[in-house]
T-cell receptor, first 116, second 116 residues
Framework: AQTVTQSQPEMSVQEAETVTLSCTYDTSESDYYLFWYKQPPSRQMILVIRQEAYKQQNATENRFSVNFQKAAKSFSLKISDSQLGDAAMYFCAYRSAMEYGNKLVFGAGTILRVKS | DTAVSQTPKYLVTQMGNDKSIKCEQNLGHDTMYWYKQDSKKFLKIMFSYNNKELIINETVPNRFSPKSPDKAHLNLHINSLELGDSAVYFC???????????????FGAGTRLSVL
């Protein structure tokens, strides 16, 4: 079974600075997708960024980028120019590209606090 | 217009009662899901349905019975509620459950269930 580990329960960043959230995963599959979801206090789960395992290029979405290291099974999220609205819980998630069902396997989450 | 909507947003009930949570998506998706987020914020899939057919049942007690009257709706009925059922329940949907495509999951705002 696949597992996702987020080793940082909580992180803090000063407004306008950069922060990196860590995620590692364990799988024996060669093809899969990885995601970062954001959950603000409103509870809504919002997709931040996604990465396909067979793509070597790291995904970017505006201020959000990932460092995907397939051999190390690492998928970290970098947030540049942090804003107060980035404060939320961030979840890393894994989805197999080989099984039907489309199941997302989540990490335990990292709370990100942004200081003004 | 909300893409994935759940009702109610909050549900407070006594142990032993039966309750239902409703979910509707207007995205034209074929696949819908229920996830449970426990008090430690850990998210885990419960069920997935593709075009009204059950695809995933993650060893959920049979007190939980999902029902999909059509592909736009996936309701969750819970019998004989227990204290441990207190959690936030999220509905989600995706285009389909095909493993080889990106298949982004879009989440509802969650239903906070409190069992007293």
């Amino acid at each position: 079974a696949q597992t996702v580990t987020q080793s940082q329960p909580e992180m803090s960043v000063q407004e306008a600075e950069t922060v990196t959230l860590s995620c590692t995963y364990d799988t024996s599959e060669s093809d899969y997708y990885l995601f970062w979801y954001k959950q603000p206090p409103s509870r809504q789960m919002i997709l931040v960024i996604r990465q396909e395992a067979y793509k070597q290029q790291n995904a970017t979405e505006n201020r959000f980028s990932v460092n995907f290291q397939k051999a190390a099974k690492s998928f970290s999220l970098k947030i540049s120019d942090s804003q107060l609205g980035d404060a939320a819980m961030y979840f890393c998630a894994y989805r197999s590209a080989m099984e039907y069902g489309n199941k997302l396997v989540f990490g335990a989450g990292t709370i990100l606090r942004v200081k003004s | 217009d909300t893409a994935v909507s759940q009702t109610p947003k909050y549900l407070v009930t006594q142990m032993g009662n039966d309750k239902s949570i409703k979910c509707e998506q207007n995205l034209g998706h074929d696949t819908m899901y229920w996830y449970k987020q426990d008090s430690k914020k850990f998210l885990k899939i419960m069920f997935s349905y593709n075009n009204k057919e059950l695809i995933i049942n993650e060893t959920v007690p049979n007190r939980f019975s999902p029902k999909s009257p059509d592909k736009a709706h996936l309701n969750l009925h819970i019998n004989s509620l227990e204290l441990g059922d207190s959690a936030v329940y999220f509905c989600a949907s995706s285009l389909n459950d095909s493993p080889g495509t990106e298949n982004i999951q879009y989440f509802g705002a969650g239903t906070r269930l409190s069992v007293l």
